[in-house]
């Protein structure tokens, strides 16, 4: 038996996962770890942090599976965008990785709207809307401001070129990752010289950028000791963890959207073409010539865990939630803005925030609940907005999150939608991604494309119920009006 063995670095927890050479996942383990914030807006964490939870997590993994180290045949990685490491030549990393939480370069992002490039040009070149604060390219120039030294670097390396970079030697780099350290060009598939070197920054700093799956190398035997597997494995370039949470819920087509529902509301859909559209970050996809389209809101289902901890903190969801089904959809006149910190696609507005209207004395806590979980499928729609105006005709919704462990609010998200919503069987869909991804690099598949769709499985479709889709309509419209009359 061979498998896949992958790495999907989030911001507080590394998930390693065995994959099996039939897409099911054999052992998944998680370990979490923490950044540190030793000024007010600051998030950074030791390179080794991140290398020692991959340490830990194939042990776990490969000791729960019973699995021959010489059993792994690849391993694949989906990481956070923005979160990057200065290093040396012989790898030394010169501080600290720099988390892309972390908002210390709100300043400098001003000052280059304001002298170096408009938010029209930056969109052209990088496919960002506007100009968010968190992209690396901000912080690298804050470096050279305020910590000249740690630009004396060999390589500036996002985190997941870092974690290649420890196992391999070598040195490259995924177009969306590359995409989000806003020095990348999407039309042009190369990194933006003017951008990078405002920074502070010289080209020879910067890594190739290659197609996503592309080998880039066998482990070194350092590296081999130190995770204790064959030293014959491939490790293949990985990609963004939204990216790759596509992949493993088989969205890999014009035509498919996935969503994740979970602190914030995330949406990728894929294109056949370039979205030219201010509403929406896009950009290449991972899968060859597809270009993807990435919609969010800052807070999503993290509203819902709000009021659980307020009403009942004591509860698990499935408690607190008993009978919700049974509120009608409407929630009998409870509209309901989730924008608790501000928006994003596609108004963005950091002043936005979070409230109810419609409130009467014959309502209770379900109906507020309920009004939650339909704000959060109103916030799904508006991000689809700009797909349906493209002329992309959207066939169905993959769900993944905590959210999506709900029928009832899956069955909300069809209802509203009027769309077919699935639950993937594989909840751990960037884990399953990053395997696509060492799957096709080392030729199991012809292509990402055709290998995500082959090894995507759905628990379960939930249909829409058209007579309920029509009294949605007016609740959508309810939610649109209630935030306008607010915010404008």
């Known amino acids: 038996m061979s498998a896949y063995l992958t790495f999907d670095f989030g911001t507080t927890a590394c998930k390693t996962a065995l994959i099996g050479e039939d897409g099911i996942p054999i052992a998944v383990h998680t370990e979490e770890y923490s950044f540190e914030s030793p000024h007010p807006d600051w998030a950074q964490i030791p390179a080794d942090t991140y290398w020692n939870a991959a340490k830990v997590g194939v042990r776990a993994v490969v000791g729960s599976a019973a699995l021959l180290r010489k059993e792994i045949k690849a391993i694949g990685l989906s990481s956070q965008g923005q979160t990057f490491i200065p290093i040396e030549r012989n790898g030394k990393p010169l501080r600290e990785a720099i988390v892309w939480v972390d908002n210390r370069a709100e300043d400098i992002a001003r000052e280059w709207e304001e002298s170096l490039l408009n938010r029209e040009e930056f969109r052209r070149i990088t496919g960002y809307p506007w100009i968010p604060s968190i992209l690396s390219v901000f912080k690298i120039a804050w470096l050279a401001r305020n910590e000249p030294e740690s630009l004396n670097a060999w390589k500036i390396l996002c985190l997941p070129d870092y974690i290649t970079f420890r196992m391999t ?16 060009d999407i039309r042009t598939r190369s990194w933006n010289l003017k951008l990078a070197e ?24 350092e590296a081999a000791n130190e995770l204790d597997i064959n030293s014959e494995a491939v490790v293949c370039i990985g990609t963004n963890d939204q990216l790759a949470g596509a992949l493993g819920a088989g969205n890999a087509r014009p035509g498919i959207v996935s969503e994740t529902t979970g602190t914030a509301l995330a949406v990728v859909a894929t294109t056949a073409n370039l979205l030219d559209d201010p509403r929406v970050t896009v950009g290449p996809h991972a899968a060859e010539g597809l270009w993807f ?10 509203v819902l865990k709000w009021f659980r901890d307020l009403c009942a903190p004591e509860q698990d969801y499935d408690e607190f939630l008993a009978g919700v089904e049974n509120i009608p959809p409407g929630c009998e006149g409870v509209t309901m803005i989730p924008h608790f910190a501000g928006t994003a696609t596609p108004t963005y507005n950091p002043s936005a925030r979070g409230a109810f209207s419609g409130l ?23 991000c689809l907005e700009p797909i349906a105006d493209s002329g992309t005709t959207i066939e169905s919704v993959r769900s993944l999150g905590g959210a999506a462990r709900s029928d009832v609010w899956l069955q909300i998200k069809a209802d509203l939608l009027g769309l077919p919503v699935e639950r993937p069987a594989c909840s751990d869909a960037a884990s399953l991604g990053a395997a696509v991804l060492a799957a096709t690099g080392t030729g199991q ?44």
């Open 169 to 184: 030697g070598e040195t490259a780099t995924d177009p969306v990752t590359a995409q989000s350290t806003g020095m990348y």
């Open 198 to 221: 405002a920074a502070g920054l010289s080209r020879d700093q910067l890594p190739e950028v290659v197609s996503s799956s592309t080998p880039i190398g066998r482990l070194t035997k």
């Open 293 to 302: 389209s990435l919609s969010f809101t800052i807070t999503s289902a993290v």
């Open 360 to 382: 009467a004395l014959g309502h209770t806590r379900l109906h507020l609940a309920r009004a939650i979980m339909e704000a959060c499928a109103c916030s799904l729609k508006e």
């Open 445 to 488: 598949f012809g292509s990402i494309a055709e290998a995500s769709e082959a090894w995507y499985r759905r628990e379960k479709v939930f249909e829409p119920d058209f007579s309920r889709h029509h009294i949605y309509a007016d609740v959508y419209k309810r939610y649109l009006d209630l935030y306008r009359r607010l915010y404008g």
